[in-house]
Nanobody, 121 residues
């Protein structure tokens, strides 16, 4: 039905930057809220940033001022620009979206497969 595909993860030195992308495809009528979560080893998955369909955003306190979430509704894509990265940002980052389906008009929750971000010197 709907697939979310993330890209842009990798290894970066402390203080560096990365840009994550997540493209949604499939039987999409519209997309509501889109989010980025992350999960570090031994820790629970946590919300990093959220953007609504009208562009309102909110962030975890730990990333405010360093990360920026944005979206391109024409491309069904959400981005996460990560600057001033720290070792504690190391985690698998997951994209999430609430999608209204063309098939039956229902709204369902979808997750990407995750992309590894490693911040290390």
């Amino acid at each position: 039905q709907v697939q979310l595909v993330e890209s842009g993860g990798g290894l970066v030195q402390p203080g560096g930057s990365l840009r994550l992308s997540c493209a949604a495809s499939g039987s999409i009528f519209s997309i509501g809220t889109m989010d980025w979560y992350r999960q570090a080893p031994g820790k629970e998955r946590e919300l990093v940033a959220r953007i609504t369909s009208d562009g309102s955003t909110n962030y975890a306190d730990s990333v405010k001022g360093r990360f920026t979430i944005s979206r391109d509704n024409a491309k069904n894509t959400v981005y996460l620009q990560m600057n001033s990265l720290k070792p504690e940002d190391t985690a698998v980052y997951y994209c999430h979206a609430n999608v209204r389906l063309t098939l039956d008009g229902s709204t369902r929750s979808y997750w990407g497969q995750g992309t590894q971000v490693t911040v290390s010197s």
